[in-house]
């Protein structure tokens, strides 16, 4: 079973179990689903495409967490960067690896401008934290976008289709609203995915299983 579909499983069966614990949040598996497919949502609209590569560079988080899921449901390829990396590192791996987007924190906004501005891939930076933290002129024609602002509103539009949709049925229309594929990489899995993520823990998909 591809890893997030058993995700998309496990919200059907145990919508309001907790999957995660990081610090004092927790979020559900119900959570956790719905941010991943709000961002699976904006990744297509952004032009993040299948087999694109996206980076997270990030420390271990629920963004994280959330950031590999929603990338897996948009068809595309994550990578899981060390929250560590030297800028002139991170610029070497993201030319070589040609990553489209980065999900980031505001915090590693200067190791992340510098190796932006060496890097030849990047479209889009999402950036983790305070909106008012997220710099300002970064190069070309590069996007930013602030990663808990763009699933508040892809989460809106989702529910305001879902409406329509109803709508269109119940007037005996047959429009339905159905979400893109949400095939992508596929891993074995051999236990319960819930689990308890630490700071200084290595966060991996193997990690999760």
Known sequence: MLLQNFLKHSAARLPNKTALICGSERLTYQEINDRADSLALFLRDQDINRQDRVAIFLDNSVESVVSLFGILKADAVFLMLSPTLKAQKLAYILNDCQVKA?????????????????????????WVGPEARIPAGIKGSIKSFAFNETLDEQSAKSKEHSVQGREHRAEGIGYSVSSPSLSAMSYQLSANL?????PNESLSPSALC
């Open 102 to 126: 980065i999900i980031t924190h505001v915090s590693k906004s200067a190791v992340v401008l510098e190796a932006l501005s060496h890097s030849n891939y990047i479209e889009k930076v999402i």
């Open 194 to 198: 819930q689990h308890s993520v630490s």
